[in-house]
């Protein structure tokens, strides 16, 4: 399968990712996962998957969920459940995926995203999609390192609270969906440092945003 660009295992009973589960897939471009039962995602199983292409990946509609934030320099593994659930598993030479280009985490259980989740994949990520879970809050810690992300879409959640440095690092962003939550305000340094924001969507809230 070294020339394989496509692979759906969409709507199966996996449960888990072994480590390099898809080594050696190198050409791959899409990778769905998504409508399985998976309950931690484990990026050793990403080692040698799509290397000499830009790789999307397909969680939506698993099992993911986050209870609590856990900080990795005390655990040797970050677990987040449910019934149990988002699991990282880490290591002192864990690899940096910087072929991964655009994460899709919808339509899961997430309510939090531990401080350094996102760690393996900020080199390069640039499409996040976090829609339709029961996130409450984002602050820079979840997704502060990632600098190069141009698209993040956290509509259909539970927010509250945005803090004003969410996004400063973030500063080649390009869309921000926001709608459907539970806000009540928006800082007005939100996105004082994007020059190259195009799209932002606050539909559905009763407040007056002031840019």
Known sequence: MKRLLHLSLEGNRIERLEDETFQNIHRLQTLNLAYNRISSVNFAAFDSIGTLSHLTIDLSHNNLQVKRKIHSSILSHISIYPKQALRVNRSNSYPIHSNIMHMDLSHNNISMIEVTFFEP????LKVLNLSSNIVEEISPDDVGQLRRLRCIDVSRNRLRLIEP?????ARR????YLHDNRLEEVPQTLFSSQNYLQFVDFSRYDFKVKF
């Not at 962003?173 to 921000?176: F, M």
Request: proline share 0%; hydrophobic share 45%.
């Open 121 to 124: 994949v900020e080199s390069d």
């Open 165 to 169: 440095t969410t996004f400063m690092a």
């Open 173 to 176: 962003l390009q869309s921000v």
